[in-house]
């Protein structure tokens, strides 16, 4: 397995503007999170699905930040518009919770920078 | 409201020189406390899930062990390559076992110089 894949891996775009950061989750994974990394406030969950559905989205900042899984292999996170004091690493983990606890397999972030 | 409270924040060792990562957390019911390591430009790569307190896991020189109130990671006579931020993140039992999010630590930032 290619692990968790995260398109793209670098993102510069202007205040103002739209952003779309990409993920597919490891195959037979029921569950997805989104995460952010800052210096100031480390990883910080934004929202995450299980088996597709929303479960909690109270990491979300405001209204400028949506997230959609459609189905079981690829989620989105889009940010519309876009601020400076969005520029962070985004993350994307999936795992299979069960009765056994796995832990999350993260991919390799998406750093993003809002000029 | 879960917490996760790391310590210290950054920590140089000399190779050799054996030391402990301190992860102190508040949460209702835990379910599992995780330890990850993040290197520069990657993503945290899940080391250990530890359970109930009492609880040890080993993997070469990485021990962790936990308490109802903390877990330390313990390294043994480091090397260079161990070099990275390593994470503690806690996530809490929910009603039918139902999953919920892991709350992470800032990290704990360690340097192991040759």
């Known amino acids: 397995d290619a692990g968790v894949i995260q398109s793209p891996r670098h993102e510069v775009t202007e205040m103002g503007q739209e952003v779309t950061l990409r993920c597919k989750p490891i195959s037979g994974h029921n569950s997805l999170f989104w995460y952010r990394q800052t210096m100031m406030r480390g990883l910080e969950l934004l929202i995450y699905?299980?088996?597709?559905?929303?479960?909690?989205d109270s990491g979300m900042p405001e209204d400028r930040f949506s997230a959609k899984m459609p189905n079981a292999s690829f989620s989105t996170l889009k940010i519309q518009p876009s601020e400076p004091r969005d520029s962070a690493v985004y993350f994307c983990?999936?795992?299979?919770?069960?009765?056994?606890?796995?832990?999350?397999?993260f991919g390799s972030g998406t750093r993003l920078t809002v000029v | 409201e879960d917490q996760v409270t790391q310590s210290p924040e950054a920590l140089r060792l000399q190779e050799g020189e054996s030391s402990s990562l301190n992860c102190s957390y508040t949460?209702?019911?835990?379910?599992?406390l995780f330890w990850y390591r993040q290197d520069p430009g990657k993503g945290p790569e899940f080391l250990f899930t530890?359970?109930?307190a009492g609880e040890e896991k080993e993997k070469e020189r990485l021990k962790a062990t936990l308490t109802k109130k903390e877990s330390f990671l313990h390294i043994t006579a480091p090397k260079p390559e161990d070099s990275a931020t390593y994470l503690c993140a806690v996530q809490a039992a929910r009603r039918g076992g139902a999953n919920s999010k892991l709350t992470f630590g800032k990290g704990i930032t360690l340097s192991v110089r040759p």
């Open positions: 983990a999936s795992s299979y919770q069960g009765a056994v606890n796995y832990g999350y397999t």
């Open positions: 949460v209702s019911g835990l379910r599992g």
């Open positions: 530890l359970y109930s």
């Open positions: 699905f299980n088996n597709n559905v929303p479960i909690d």
